[in-house]
């Protein structure tokens, strides 16, 4: 919201804005890659609008850094007769901005490296509300009664355990097809780019790191109850409980459903005939699909988990071996049941199934003639049929994205090129639908319309990846865009990402609708065509349409949890996600994101926990007496280290030739406000005493300070506050300004250098500083990795002994101990 009416503050103050028509400019909000595409597109409801040049602004400094020529213009598209294409790609510096074009500017947005941060990991936090079991976000039970056996010739009413795994959507269903998609797709994100994930919860899902990555937690969760779904060879169930759950929102450890049984949900045993026990029934022809789906997720399994657990590796191996060949003895697909409504997942293709499980069992059975097996599934479906369709029915070609294809053009086999191509054509059908419009949008608003745009985005990057190719470089990048907010609508579709953007806050579901729990991390479903929202059953709008004006024939997306077409969350599009955020991740980094960081208050106080790494950072606002000690140190050293001044440090003559020389020596120089400010009182840390724009302020003359020294605000994106005090707000104004909030990291007594005999603060000897560092490095598990050790370039003539004349043996200490020293990029 803040965001929202930041925005139309700026629209009002642009000239001419007032009576300007009702224009708007979409961007991703979560942000940018310095290198990568980026296009925003202007839609305006002025059919005479025409527009040839936009501008970027800075928002920290206030002042334009980028002009350019507006691509052609496009005709009419959804609710707006006019559009054009804003390619701002050759702006690269770091840093928060806005688009300014045709009396219309842009929400915020970044550019940055480290957009993508933690996005993957982000989406976790909206599996782990969806187990079933134990539920960490509730921290209690449900579903644990579950459940007894239908459609099974001989056990028909017998119990089976069957609890765990996730939920599909906001109701309590639960599917093989959409759960073992998603513990592959989680696992192939992970097998993809393991530096991306972190640890930070335990097996349970609740908080505290158990030493293995989150993701693999959550695979572990889904692949659990994929075993009780399979407990035997050729004994396969497909679905947990039916549509008689849709009766009233309430969470689920509230579930007062009953299906005759008590607590006890029915399980469908997979026959591959069509099943439905009320007034409908599905179309199944076979179990190949789920069989597939199975084999898969147990492959990966042992691939990845295996490695830390050899017997549940080799079971896992066994497992997916005898999935592969119970669905290449039974062909065709096999439907998720219907009950009272005609609505179900009505997956029509199955060889793309066994293609992927074929590829990943062969890479545990080498030499056993599976690759030849899966190159002949996938000669039958050489693209995934959704990929240039108009329509198509709910889940009619799924999983969207086709993984066999990628693993075949990966394999080396001579067979290679015949599958990047299937790839390409795939693509070039979806850029071929989009190519006229101006959001190079080509998938179909169908029913869970964004987990095409996931599909599409994954197969894009992966075919890139192998390829080399960049053909599809911009259609990749507007679909990426797309889910962040670059769309008729001006939304993210992942509930609460990014955290000061557009974002959907009424799903679907009863954690948010009725009890007001936030369900983060979350994909919906997306746009559909106004044709499908308007037939089906239940939808319906409860209030008035806050996008009512963006709404079209073409497509609406409502952000109301009466409308499950467009805004209920699923899991398995949610763990789709997680490849491409993953990969963006990385692209940003390089592979060097900090690991196993730490935060506190929204600022990082620790670099990687794992890496005997210390960063020397040292701030300077009126003193500057160690100055040239420690620029020799370090240089004796060969050290590169962080200083953060004030304004007033960087404005002081006397401290210009100090400030040459430390940038000469390539050390970093970065911010530590204007004047020094106290953000909070000391004694009530939540409170502010300044506003908003005060810390803009002030912290824009900061920079302007640094300026006259040819520091560019782009190369020194970190900031320390003054005092080393601040709070979640602060931290929120420096993500709106573009800069990284650090702090020093406690445990020693490094900060109190600056200490006089008789001062307010107690004073605090050098000899104790220099004995608690080395302390905690002996006496911490982890040492000192990671940290921000943080002392001042000068102090207060009273105090006797300067800490800066005992940096040099406390180097040669620590350098004894391992440890290398490093300075912020």
């Given amino acids: 919201m803040r965001q929202t009416l930041l925005c139309l503050l700026l629209a009002l103050l642009t000239p001419g804005a007032l009576s300007a028509p009702a224009s708007w400019i979409r961007v991703n909000q979560l942000g940018y890659l310095p290198h990568s595409r980026k296009i925003a597109v202007l839609v305006s409801k002025d059919s005479a609008l025409f527009v040839r040049e936009f501008s970027v602004r800075e928002l920290l400094m206030d002042r334009v850094v ?21 390619d701002f790609s050759r702006l690269t510096s770091e840093g928060a901005y806005v688009l300014e ?24 936090r909206y599996l782990r509300q969806q187990r079933s ?4 976000f509730l921290k209690d039970s449900c579903h644990t009664h579950d459940g007894y056996i239908i459609y099974h010739p001989a056990r028909d009413s017998e119990h089976i355990d069957v609890s765990g795994g996730w939920h599909d959507a906001s109701d309590y269903l639960q599917y093989v097809t959409t759960s073992a998609n998603a513990v592959a797709q989680l696992l192939f994100a992970y097998e993809q780019h393991p530096a991306a994930f972190e640890d930070s919860v335990g097996a349970d899902g609740l908080a505290g790191a158990n030493g293995i990555p989150d993701i693999l937690d959550e695979a572990f969760w889904g692949l659990r109850w994929l075993l009780k779904m399979n407990p035997a060879p050729e004994v396969m169930f497909n679905q947990l409980a039916d549509d008689r759950d849709h009766l009233g929102f309430r969470l689920p450890t509230l579930d007062s459903v009953n299906y005759g049984r008590g607590r006890e949900r029915p399980v469908y045993f997979c026959t591959g005939k069509p099943q439905g026990i009320f007034s409908y029934a599905n179309r199944t022809t ?19 988990l295996g490695k830390e657990r050899p017997a549940l590796g080799e079971m896992l191996r066994v497992k997916a071996l005898d999935a592969y060949r119970f669905g290449r003895a039974n062909p065709g697909v096999c439907q998720t049941a219907p009950c009272r409504a005609p609505y179900f997942y009505e997956e029509d293709n199955w060889v793309d199934d066994m293609e992927f499980a074929a590829t990943q069992v062969a890479s545990l059975y080498p030499d056993s003639g599976f690759i030849r097996e899966a190159d002949a599934y996938g000669e039958q479906e050489p693209v995934t049929p959704w990929m240039g369709a108009e329509k198509a029915r709910h889940y009619q070609w799924y999983p969207f994205v086709n993984l066999g294809h990628y693993f075949l053009a990966k394999s080396g086999s001579p067979e290679r090129v015949k599958f990047l191509t299937y790839m390409r054509d795939g693509l070039n059908r979806v850029r071929e639908k989009g190519e006229k419009t101006p959001f ?45 907010g670059c769309n008729p609508w001006g939304t993210s579709m992942i509930i609460g990402l990014p955290r000061r953007g557009v974002t959907p806050h009424d799903p679907h579901s009863a954690f948010t609708h009725v009890y007001g729990y936030p369900i983060d991390g979350g994909l919906i479903d997306g746009p559909v065509a106004a044709s499908i929202f308007q037939n089906l059953k239940g939808v319906h709008l409860s209030r008035p349409d806050p996008f009512a004006e963006f709404q079209s024939d073409l497509a609406v997306y409502h952000d109301d949890w009466a409308d499950y077409s467009t805004n209920e969350p699923t899991m398995d599009g949610t763990a789709s996600l997680a490849y491409a955020l993953s990969s963006l991740e990385i692209a940003g980094n390089r592979g060097e994101r900090v690991r196993h960081s730490v935060f506190d208050r929204g600022g990082l106080v620790r670099m990687d926990t794992t890496k005997k790494v210390i960063y020397l950072v040292f701030t300077g606002h009126e003193f500057a007496d160690g100055g040239r000690t420690i620029r020799q140190t370090l240089a004796r050293k060969k050290i590169q280290a962080s200083f953060f001044f004030t304004g007033d440090f960087y404005r002081n003559p ?7 020389s430390l940038r000469r020596d390539g050390h970093y120089l970065g911010a530590h406000s204007d004047r020094h400010l106290l953000y909070s009182p000391w004694t009530n840390r939540d409170s502010l005493l300044l506003s908003r724009e005060e810390f803009f302020s002030d912290l824009r003359a900061n920079y302007r300070a640094m300026e006259k020294h040819g520091i560019r605000r782009e190369e020194a994106q970190v900031f320390l506050p003054p005092f080393e005090w601040y709070n979640e707000t602060v931290s929120g104004w420096c993500a709106e300004a573009g800069v990284t909030l ?23 000897s050098s000899d104790t500083i220099f004995q608690s560092i080395v302390s905690k490095e002996a006496g911490s598990p982890a040492g000192l990795r990671g ?27 620590l350098s004894g101990r391992g440890y290398t020293f490093r300075r912020f990029r």
Wanted: a positive charge; one cysteine or more.
């Fill in 66 to 86: 980028f002009r350019a020529r507006v691509s052609r213009p496009f005709g009419p598209y959804a609710a707006f007769p006019r559009s054009f294409r804003l």
């Fill in 101 to 124: 074009c045709g009396g219309a500017v842009s929400p915020p947005f970044r550019i940055g490296s480290n957009v993508y941060d933690g996005a993957a990991d982000f989406l976790l």
């Fill in 133 to 136: 079991g134990f539920n960490p």
């Fill in 286 to 304: 076979g179990i190949a699909s789920t069989a597939g789906k199975f084999a898969s997720a147990f492959a990966f399994g042992a691939r990845i």
């Fill in 440 to 484: 190079s949008f080509g998938v179909p608003f169908i029913w869970c319309s964004n987990n095409l745009v996931s599909a599409g985005l994954t197969q894009a990057m992966l075919y890139r990846e192998l390829s080399g190719d960049m053909r599809f470089e911009e259609m990749e990048s507007m679909l990426r865009d797309w889910l962040f």
């Fill in 654 to 660: 006397a401290f210009a030739p100090l400030i040459r």
């Fill in 742 to 764: 650090v702090n020093f990291t406690p445990g020693t007594r490094s900060n109190a250098d600056y200490t006089v005999p008789g001062g307010e603060g107690r004073y605090v």
């Fill in 787 to 813: 940290f921000l050790l943080l002392t001042h370039i000068g102090t207060d003539p009273r105090r006797p002994d300067k800490f800066y004349d005992h940096l040099e043996r406390l180097v040669s200490v």
